[in-house]
């Protein structure tokens, strides 16, 4: 039987190799997406006219809300450096804009209101995504997404195969 000091210096290795192994998933994992940054301004002319026609398909977005009214969502300007916006679930449509709540994404596509609802104008969204189903087989707006991989492509970017098969999800129009 070993003594009590070898069977805590077994464990002690194994706990290091276990850490060592997550350490390395977790770089591995963070150089993957770091390969797919895209750097752009958000006063880009690609980024820019994404927002323009992601506001002029606005009557598009509100007839597949009601469609598939779980999946649906808009992004709030400005458009961050960073790529972000604010996403938000639409309470009421306006003759001017949307009564929103911020939205809180849950893993299965769909997303929970967070916080109170406040009023939108329609030159502050900057986008929408309406999902079919919690595969997101297919995937209708997200114009400011599809600019960034142009703007990727534009400047001489590659885009990984597991991103390039997600834009093929959505829709052409």
């Given at each position: 039987m070993p003594s009590t000091g070898v069977i805590l210096t077994i464990l002690a290795?194994?706990?290091?190799?276990?850490?060592?192994?997550?350490?390395f998933v977790l770089w591995q994992s963070a150089r993957k997406r770091s390969r797919f940054w895209v750097n752009f301004l958000p006063d880009d002319p690609i980024l820019v006219a994404a927002a323009e026609k992601a506001r002029a398909t606005l009557p598009a977005f509100d007839a597949l809300r009601e469609q598939y009214p779980r999946y649906a969502s808009l992004a709030l300007g400005p458009i961050r450096e960073d790529g972000d916006t604010t996403p938000a679930l639409?309470?009421?449509?306006?003759?001017?804009?949307?009564?929103?709540?911020?939205a809180q994404n849950k893993k299965d596509g769909t997303a929970v209101e967070k916080g109170e609802p406040f009023t939108v104008r329609?030159?502050?969204?900057?986008?929408?995504?309406?999902?079919?189903?919690?595969?997101?087989?297919?995937?209708?707006g997200g114009y400011t997404l599809r600019a960034v991989v142009e703007i990727a492509e534009r400047n001489g970017q590659v885009i990984p195969p597991f991103a390039r098969r997600q834009f093929e999800k959505f829709v052409k129009d």
């Open positions: 290795i194994l706990a290091a190799l276990f850490l060592v192994r997550e350490h639409v309470r009421e449509k306006l003759a001017d804009g949307y009564i929103v709540c911020h329609t030159e502050d969204i900057v986008d929408w995504i309406v999902y079919e189903n919690e595969q997101k087989e297919r995937i209708h």
